[in-house]
């Protein structure tokens, strides 16, 4: 019986120690993050979405970043210089810079990932008209040598958002820039696994070891990506129901995006805690039909903004004003390019304003088409608003719903309503998107080459290409300015309100970075 | 009965091709456009059109029709507009969580609803028979999406006993695969319950009526045996019937419970692909669950042959 008992003993220690060890090997933390929609698409040169962005963020680095005070940092460039003449700019990468694959990072794959997002970028082709050459001085130097001045080559090279001039290796950056390339390797501090990866369930990225980060804390996206789990995944979960339920029940650990309604479902729990990541947030825009009538006509553009505000649009969608900010400023409140001025029209209707231009122009009273997204939340009652404040404006409107994906095929229609095509939509955009007149596409009057709407005005032209030519800030800054006071003088399109959207996270979750992008690095989980 | 399977397979080819046919002039014409959601919202036009051309949606509608049929014809179901993935490969990766999902709703519902159903049918008019018919009536007017929300907020949320949400293959646990399965099979069971339940007393009472019925009585058979034996058994044909009817009804249900339930499975497939405008993808998909219609509808005619020795074919 002693015999027995003894044995028992052994076994159950044995058997316990067993158990513990294979837990210590097997222990490791694993991030589990819900974006705000699918990731299907993992070239983030090939298209703008913001998941695409998200997930270049994982795997690959960049030359620049910007901090959180907006400001273009060195990340994977050690040292750079530009000539006098300001012509020559010459990049030396950090030592030791390695890709997945344990290949090092080379100047002649910088150069070639810089080739291929200046094929799609709109920052990055702008950047390219005045690149003559590039140059590899060595295997860690390279030269970039411009036509002429150009005083927006370390924003483009830092441009935070869509489309990011992410670093690849030579042989994926030739890929055809109009192709999507198969091959998913970076110098990141994530690195993809393609075989544990399933589209539409989840994507897994596992901290790369031989990733060295910057010294310097971290910082907005510059700084050091110091990474403080073993795995993240991305699961794949469209119903935002679902996401909180999942996040209360503990089964994943951040929902990037969870919507306003459900906040206060979320605070409630003291497991729970909101993490305003993205102080810059968001921005509504209302966008016309400038080739279609009546929008064509600059008057009624303008009789348009004079008859809505952004107070209105704002209560109506987001709601709490915690979370809303009324700002005149196209290029973002409390952003270097920043300002309100002449954006009084945006703030405050003027009904009465609005029927004497509509009266003074002509306006014939036939209804104008508006487009309304009944399935992007945030976005669905930004259209009702405009129906409302416009016929009150003097406007007759015929507002039509649609899902969001039919609304971006028909905003790509230049026909009239009758035929098909439209006369004004709401969309939003990124605020690190619209922080200055080359990356907020909103701003391009180019015609045909200018965002949905097609606005075609010489003057505009001229002053956005004056601003990316102008290297002293200041002069930068009144450049920046004429080009908002141009657009509201034009009536070019609206700015009507910025908003924020917290991201959710499990209270032993920490160190969730501010920046305008959601990225995982510096997170901590504790408990694994 | 072989050539009658034969003859069968053969007619589903029209079905088919009908389907086909449909389903690529229906994508084609609703409004909506592949190119302009992969190029995201920043795109601008010549981006989209770039993309539309590089996809080949620029191809007049029949030229497009005959690239993807003739392909189709040669085994080539195409490559998914996103996840840039064959549609195979895709739907080989998605099928097993729907079947398993599909599998366990049979299970669980014929388990239930049988014995429930020939329960009320023998106390028809009792207390129990009321409880299964006004559970029935709740079944089918209860929306599945809102069993499974309340499912998960009282099981998941309150009690923390099963998991909100997820799925795991059958090969990394019966466990983690039974613990997932649970909410799904009895959110997805719950109209099929009501259904099968329903048409079984219904079955099972007229049969009760039969004189062969009041002759096995006569001879002084136990009641059980007289319910199960011969009741049942000759009120199985319209059982089966909606049995049949119910899995195809599945495909239907599994899209919503899949979705609340974030499976990875076909039905979600399906939903990310109708919002996406993945075209490859829904044309293949629908084709699927039409040759599963078909097939549903075979097995069962040829279930009636063995339940009912009269049929023949």
Known sequence: ?528 | MFAFIARRLVATIPVLLFVAVFVFMLLRLTPGDPAAVIAGDNATSDQVDAIRAKLGLDEPLLTQFYIWFSRMLSGDFGESFFFKKTVAELITQRIEPTLMLSLCTIVLSVSIAIPLGVWAAARQGGWVDRIVMGFSVMGFSVPTFVIGYLLIYIFAIQFSWLPVQGYRRLSEGLDEFALRMILPSFTLATIFVALVSRITRASVIETLGEDYIRTARAKGLPARTVLLRHALRNAAVPIVTVIGIGIAALIGGAIITESVYNIPGIGRLTVDAVLARDFPVIQIVILVFSVAYVLINLVIDLAYSVLDPRIRY
């Open chain 1, 1 to 528: 019986m002693t015999f027995v008992s003894t044995a028992l003993r052994r076994a159950v220690a044995a058997g316990a120690l067993a158990a513990l060890m294979s837990g210590t090997a097997l222990a490791q933390t694993t991030l589990r993050v819900v974006q705000h929609g699918n990731l299907t698409v993992l070239d983030p040169i090939w298209t703008t979405a913001y998941v695409t962005r998200n997930h270049g963020y994982l795997i690959y680095d960049t030359l620049f970043a910007t901090d959180a005070k907006l400001e273009v940092k060195p990340q994977m460039v050690d040292t750079w210089k530009v000539s006098d003449d300001k012509l020559v700019w010459t990049f030396t990468l950090r030592d030791g810079l390695e890709w997945h694959d344990g290949k090092p990072v080379t100047a002649e794959d910088c150069i070639a990932s810089l080739q291929r997002w200046g094929k799609r970028d709109a920052m990055g082709i702008k950047l390219m008209d005045f690149v003559k050459e590039f140059k590899a001085v060595d295997a860690k130097t390279f030269q970039m040598i411009l036509k002429e001045p150009y005083g927006l080559v370390l924003d483009s090279l830092g441009k935070p958002s869509s489309n990011t001039p992410f670093m690849m290796p030579k042989r994926i950056a030739e890929t055809d820039a109009f192709q999507q390339f198969k091959e998913y390797v970076g110098s990141g501090p994530f690195i993809y696994q393609a075989n544990e990866s399933k589209p539409g369930e989840k994507h897994v990225y596992l901290k790369n070891p031989k990733y060295k980060p910057r010294a310097e804390p971290p910082s907005g996206l510059a700084g050091g990506k110091v990474v403080k789990v073993d795995r993240v995944e991305l699961v794949e979960m469209p119903d935002t129901q679902v996401q909180v339920n999942a996040l209360l029940a503990g089964e994943i650990d951040i929902i990037e995006a969870p919507p306003h309604d459900l906040l206060p479902v979320l605070t409630a729990d003291k497991n729970v805690a909101l993490e305003d990541w993205n102080p810059l947030g968001h921005v509504f825009i209302i966008r016309f039909n400038h080739v279609v009538k009546p929008f064509d006509n600059p008057k009624i553009r303008l009789a348009a903004l004079y008859a809505i505000n952004q107070e209105d649009y704002l209560k109506a969608t987001i709601g709490n004003p915690k979370y809303y900010k009324v700002c005149g400023a196209a290029f973002i409140c409390g952003t270097p390019f920043g300002t309100e001025k002449g954006s009084e029209i945006l703030v405050k209707s003027n009904f009465e304003k609005s029927k004497a231009l509509l009266k003074e122009a002509g306006y014939d009273g036939t209804p104008i088409v508006l487009m309304q997204s009944t399935t992007l939340p945030v976005l669905t009652n930004t259209a009702p608003v405009t129906k409302s404040l416009l016929e009150r404006g003097g406007f007759k409107v015929d507002m039509q719903s649609m899902d969001w994906q039919t609304l971006v095929t028909r905003r790509t229609k230049k026909d009239p309503p009758s035929a098909g095509g439209w006369n004004v939509f709401h969309t939003y955009s990124v605020s690190a998107d619209a922080v200055n007149p080359i990356s907020n596409a909103y701003f391009v009057a180019a015609g045909d080459k200018s965002w949905f709407g097609w606005p075609t005005d010489p003057e505009m032209e001229k002053l956005r290409d004056m601003f990316s030519r102008e290297t002293e800030p200041a002069k930068q800054k009144a450049l920046a300015e004429k080009v908002q006071l141009r657009a509201l003088e034009t009536g070019q399109f609206g700015w009507i309100g910025q908003w924020y959207g917290p991201g959710a996270r499990r209270a032993n979750v920490t160190g969730w970075l501010q920046a305008p992008i959601p990225v995982f690095w510096n997170i901590e989980k504790k408990g694994g």
